[in-house]
């Protein structure tokens, strides 16, 4: 079963916004438990986090990454979502969101729940 | 932020034993034991299989252990089946609430 689902443009033009949502079923985040993740993955090339972004509204990001990344939320749909701004062919690739998360009383560290992937080109 | 350190490959028969290094530093796998191991077959979306001191997730079989010494992690898959031949990524907190992943070791079952 899916629970988690990337959405978005799959083709971005360099120095343009790349844009995806990540859609999640009902009921599979507890928003006082999880954050929504961000990883990357260039192809034929290993994992890089992005971010992520708690469900009362807080994120986190990688370093290298915060200038140009915005992640924002919205319970209300079921969603969060992912902005990189300023994009070059260096940020081509598979972008999954996951479901972060904690054991009991600890915050999230854990991915447990990844989306299927979406891939993202940038070409003009 | 470094990515941690993993081997490129190992390889192993099947029925053996191999191991998997994730070196660190003081300020992630150092200092906090929130280290999580993933298996990715090609095409696929990664997989969690162990995370903290030595968990698995419902489902993920027993011969894959998790273990921690100073700065460096490390995952050992017992009985290797040639199943298991995959991609496994470390990934661990790494202060100011950021996490850093490993750059991934390919298992080949020979």
């Known amino acids: 079963q899916v629970h988690l689902q990337e959405s978005g443009p799959g083709l971005v033009k360099p120095s343009e916004t790349l844009s995806l949502t990540c859609n999640v079923s009902?009921?599979?985040?507890?928003?006082?438990?999880?954050?929504g993740g961000w990883i990357r993955q260039p192809p034929g090339k290993g994992l890089e986090w992005i971010g992520s972004?708690?469900?009362?509204?807080?994120?986190y990001h990688n370093p290298s990454l915060r200038s140009r990344v915005t992640l924002l939320v919205d319970e209300s749909k079921n969603q969060f979502s992912l902005k990189l701004t300023s994009v070059t062919a260096a940020d081509t690739g598979f972008y999954y969101c996951?479901?972060?998360?904690?054991?009991?009383?600890?915050?999230?560290?854990?991915?447990?729940?990844w989306g299927q992937g979406a891939l993202v080109t940038v070409s003009s | 932020q470094s990515a941690l350190t993993q081997p490129a490959s190992v390889s192993g028969s099947p029925g053996q034993s191999v191991t998997i290094s994730c070196a660190g530093a003081?300020?992630?796998?150092?200092?906090?034991?929130?280290v999580s191991w993933y298996q990715q077959y090609p095409g696929k979306a990664p997989k969690l299989i162990i995370f903290?001191?030595?968990q698995r997730p419902s489902g993920v079989s027993t011969r894959f252990s998790g273990s921690k010494s100073g700065n460096t992690a490390s995952l050992t898959i017992s009985g290797l089946q040639s199943e298991d031949e995959a991609d496994y990524y470390c990934?661990?907190?790494?202060?100011?609430?950021?996490?850093?992943f490993g750059g991934g070791t390919k298992v080949t079952v020979l």
């Open positions: 996951a479901r972060h998360s904690g054991e009991p009383g600890m915050a999230p560290y854990f991915f447990d729940s």
């Open positions: 009902r009921g599979f985040i507890n928003r006082n438990s999880h954050y």
């Open positions: 972004i708690s469900f009362t509204g807080s994120p």
């Open positions: 003081s300020n992630n796998i150092g200092t906090y034991s929130l």
């Open positions: 903290g001191s030595n």
């Open positions: 990934c661990s907190y790494a202060e100011r609430s950021t996490f850093v």
